[in-house]
């Protein structure tokens, strides 16, 4: 073989008698970064496309990202775990509350109307004594356990508003960036002492407090239901 590497060879090259030896094809940077991703791609067992790729490693958690690093380029992988590290702080960030706590009006501007970017803050307004109120609070704190990214905080309700009339307790703010979105204010607008907290959890849903899944009116359904029911009877009379 001609371009087989020996000594006898070296020496006809010498001589002039065979040709020399072909060269190497250089290996590009595209191909390298293609050499890359096919590692890549053999290791973790994903699909072929980039899309599905990049998806796939960002799902990793911070240890699979640490075994795929021993054997692989640390510079590419390390760039991934960066980017999920962010998004980890900045969900353990956002989910940094998960109860309802207790102000007084001094804490208003600090706890309500300055909160903080990107935070829902749902104020319960109360008196002690106060059947609804006691019921609203049993609600908030199932709701605080479950949206901990929402800041639930309850409060006297003079002691955040003078002479707030008791007639209108309780009372409901939802703050958003310093903006107030909604207010439900007294008995009727929270429907009673038969709230419940499936209805309370779609009420601060319409408005965007919380995320939650429930699209529907828990409330209106029941009366459907029984609207329909009517119907069916006085169908049946005639």
């Known amino acids: ?38 590692a890549i791609q053999r290791r973790t067992d994903l699909p072929q496309s980039e899309g599905q790729r990049d998806k796939m490693i960002d799902d990793m958690s911070l240890d699979e990202l640490d075994e795929l690093e021993d054997s692989e380029d640390e510079a590419v992988l390390e760039q991934y775990r960066q980017k999920r590290m962010a998004e980890m702080r900045a969900t353990a960030e956002k989910a940094r509350f998960g109860s309802v706590r207790e102000i007084s009006g001094q804490d208003y501007v600090n706890e ?37 990214q929402t800041k639930f905080l309850r409060s006297v309700a003079t002691t955040c508003i003078p002479n707030f009339p008791e007639k209108n307790l309780p009372t409901i703010f939802v703050y958003h960036e310093s903006q107030m979105r909604k207010q439900f204010i007294g008995p009727q607008e929270l429907r009673g002492e038969k709230l419940t907290a499936e209805e309370l959890e779609f009420m601060l849903g319409q408005v965007g407090a919380v995320p939650t899944e429930i699209k529907e009116d828990p409330r209106p359904q029941i009366r459907d239901k029984l609207m329909a029911e009517l119907v069916d009877k006085a169908a049946d009379f005639f």
């Open 1 to 38: 073989d001609p371009n087989e590497d020996t000594e006898w060879n070296d020496v006809l090259r010498a001589k002039g008698i065979i040709g020399p030896k072909a060269k190497e094809a250089a290996i590009t940077e595209d191909q390298i970064q293609a050499m890359m991703s096919d």
């Open 112 to 148: 309500v109307t300055k909160a903080g970017e990107g935070i829902w803050v749902v104020l319960h307004l109360y008196a002690n004594g106060v059947p609804l109120c006691a019921l609203i609070h049993h609600h908030m704190q199932q709701l605080a356990v479950r949206f901990p």
